[in-house]
């Protein structure tokens, strides 16, 4: 069975920049959603158990038709929360550092390019989604909980969930505020670690 993960650091450390309030019904309630319905759908069909969870998203259309739809919405909301607690630190912000940054750099000219095409990409969400780095240096979207792997593609180095439950209480409509805000408590190191993982 699945579980939610815990997390390295407390709620409320990511104030002001994300809330308390914010991560608890995040992690606790929406994510915990996600596992739950993800293991029912395993319940109700017993061969799927002891897949991972990067295989059963990287075979979707190969899946029994009755839970596909299930697995890639909550089997995708289980694999994008688990990464974006990791994306997230209290002493998160500032700037990547060594190959990783070399390589945006490389890609957008600047940091700051960079950090703008990303915010342009999250505004550009009609609805719920998500907006990711990939390792290729491209920023992909994603709608509802689909994550990159469903079509292919690698496992991102960096995502942030630009759904309404991810910034409502804290910001209102103003997912422009929220993106602003979520660069300073962004874990490069989570990001770096991914990338240099690649090269191994
Ligand atoms: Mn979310």
Excluded at 42 to 50: C, D, T
Aim: glycine share 8%; hydrophobic share 35%; charged share 20%.
């Amino acid at each position: 069975m699945f579980t939610v993960p815990n997390l390295d650091y407390d709620y409320d450390q990511l104030g002001p920049h994300i809330s308390g309030d914010i991560m608890k019904l995040h992690h606790s309630k929406h994510h915990q959603a996600y596992v739950d319905k993800l293991n029912a759908a395993i319940v109700s069909a017993p061969e799927l158990q002891g897949r991972t969870l990067d295989e059963l998203l990287t075979s979707l259309d190969t899946l029994p038709v009755e839970v596909q739809q299930a697995i890639r919405n909550h089997g995708g909301g289980h694999y994008n929360h688990s990464l974006f607690w990791q994306w997230l630190s209290p002493e998160g912000g500032g700037e990547p550092s060594g190959e990783l940054a070399a390589r945006l750099i490389e890609r957008y000219g600047s940091y700051q390019q960079f950090v703008d095409e990303f915010t342009t990409k999250s505004m550009s969400v009609f609805g719920s989604g998500w907006v990711w780095l990939q390792p290729n240096m491209d920023i992909l979207t994603t709608a509802n909980q689909d994550t990159p792997l469903m079509t292919g593609e690698q496992a991102p180095l960096l995502g942030l969930d630009v759904w309404e439950h991810a910034y409502y209480l804290d910001y209102k409509n103003k997912r422009d505020d929220y993106v602003s805000a979520w660069w300073n408590v962004v874990n490069w190191h989570t990001a770096e670690q991914r990338f240099s993982d690649l090269a191994k």
